[in-house]
């Protein structure tokens, strides 16, 4: 989910069963996947309705926007002090799921998945992933920063870890439906080294 939002980010939400995700677009340039520009613009037209349609059009229009707002303020003042999820208690985390479903009610995007808006460099703000986390490790070893890129275009995403270790992980992205995806890894960047995942369900790896 990709929503505009009041400080020049755009911020995205992933929920499944197992963890909960939160990215903000980043402006930043991607040094590992291209991204082909798309100029196109999206303008909401409602000149074509009666007038006392017109009116009550750009008032739930209003409305609407508004209450994102809210409620995604709401979201980033929860996760502001959470170290991305890592000093999360259970009780932050079910708070915070609660306002993560409630603004994923009021995305305007039905079909995401044929949306421009998914498509860019996304870094991650809010996590319930360990894994990601990286809690096991000393806070010294963990990657400071981490992102997401996504291609719509050719249906593919990547992992990225910051300093210290760099590491990476590239997948393939199927289409159930409109709104969700099954996500297949086959590359993977460790410590300067590429894995590949063959047919075979072997690993190859080169430099």
């Known amino acids: 989910m990709a929503l505009s939002s009041s400080h020049s980010l755009q911020t995205a939400l992933t929920t499944t069963q197992f963890s909960t995700k939160l990215f903000r677009h980043s402006h ?25 349609h017109q009116w009550r059009t750009r008032v739930s229009f ?7 707002e809210s409620v995604k303020q709401e979201l980033l003042e929860a996760i502001s002090t959470l170290d991305r999820g890592a000093d999360a208690t259970a009780e932050d985390q079910q708070r915070i799921d609660q306002i ?4 994923e009610a009021l995305n305007p995007v039905k079909e995401p ?28 070893l963990r990657s400071r920063v981490n992102y997401q890129a ?14 210290p270790f760099f590491n990476q992980v590239t997948a393939d992205l199927t289409p159930l439906n409109s709104r969700k995806v099954a996500v ?20 190859k790896g080169s430099r």
């Open 28 to 52: 930043s340039s991607l040094t590992t996947i291209s991204f082909p520009s798309n100029q196109t613009n999206h303008n909401l037209s409602i000149s074509s309705l009666p007038s006392s």
């Open 184 to 203: 297949k890894f086959d590359f993977f960047k460790i410590l300067a080294l590429l894995f590949t995942d063959t047919d075979q369900g072997t690993w």
């Open 62 to 68: 209003l409305n609407r926007s508004k209450n994102v």
């Open 113 to 140: 998945l044929k949306s421009d808006l998914l498509n860019g460099k996304w870094e991650l703000i809010y996590t319930t992933s360990k894994s990601i986390l990286q809690t096991q490790r000393p806070t010294f």
């Open 100 to 103: 993560a479903r409630k603004l």
């Open 150 to 163: 996504i291609n719509l275009d050719t249906l593919r995403a990547q992992n990225m870890e910051t300093w």
